[in-house]
């Protein structure tokens, strides 16, 4: 069994940063990606942005258009987590963020946390 801890959510005004985490534990044999995602109500959830897990390399990312240049994801290995650092956040960013975990052919979806960006 393997368990997903997202946090770091919470509420700041427009042109600041957040760190969200995403912590995984419990029966892990090797975690392929990471990715995280944004839900905003009535709307489909939206990938933000991925990073895989690179052991020898320095790992795969991915971010969709509207975060480049402002959201850098980066991972702790040694601690099976993965850090979202959200920069020059916008109004347009208040969401539910959850993390995706993939570990072998297994997907696992932490609890999500709250990001509001006011004006």
């Known amino acids: 069994q393997v368990q997903v801890a997202n946090s770091g959510g919470g509420l700041v005004q427009a042109g600041g940063s957040l760190r969200l985490s995403c912590a995984a534990s419990?029966?892990?044999?090797?975690?392929?990606?990471t990715g995280w995602y944004r839900q905003v109500p009535g709307k489909q959830r939206e990938l933000v942005a991925s990073i895989t897990s690179g052991i020898t390399s320095g790992g795969v990312t991915y971010y969709e258009d509207s975060v480049k240049g402002r959201f850098t994801i980066s991972r702790d290995n040694t601690k099976n987590t993965v850090y979202l650092q959200m920069n020059r956040l916008k109004p347009e960013d208040t969401a539910i963020y959850l993390c995706r975990v993939a570990v072998g052919s297994e997907v696992y979806w932490g609890q999500g946390t709250q990001v509001t960006v006011s004006l």
């Open positions: 419990g029966s892990i044999f090797r975690i392929n990606a």
